[in-house]
């Protein structure tokens, strides 16, 4: 599996003073073989989520990096080849929105949360990263 989920802002709108974002996260296949089995546990500042859909389940809530996030996991059963990718969200049945507005942006810019990512696949080791989310909003 990839050594790091691409991680991007998908789209972004503002209503009023709020900025609203979908989360984008892509997965590829750079192991050398194939794999079946793909899991990807996410944690996302509670503070900020503004809705999730279409998720296989909900993991409640955990702290990371000292900040409580709230977990959602999506698995595949699909196989994967070498140099296939997967797109996690959003699609036409998965979302992950979050929000950013004056008081948010301060509360990102004084504590510096991060959104944990586990990707995890058959017996391999589960790969973990975390995306500072003073890189996910564009104001």
Known sequence: MSAFPLVTVDYAVQLGDEHRYQLGVLIENS??????GLGVDMWFPSRLVAGAEGFT?????KRVEGMECSGFRWRSGA????GD???IC???DTKLG???NDDLYDWI???QPA???EVFVGTFPRLRALVPVRHLHQF
């Open 31 to 36: 192991h050398g073989g194939q794999v079946q």
């Open 57 to 61: 389940s909900g993991l409640g809530a």
């Open 79 to 82: 196989t994967l080849f070498v």
């Open 85 to 87: 990718h997967v797109r």
């Open 90 to 92: 959003p699609t036409k």
């Open 98 to 100: 979050y929000r950013v």
């Open 109 to 111: 810019d004084e504590k």
């Open 115 to 117: 959104a944990e990512f």
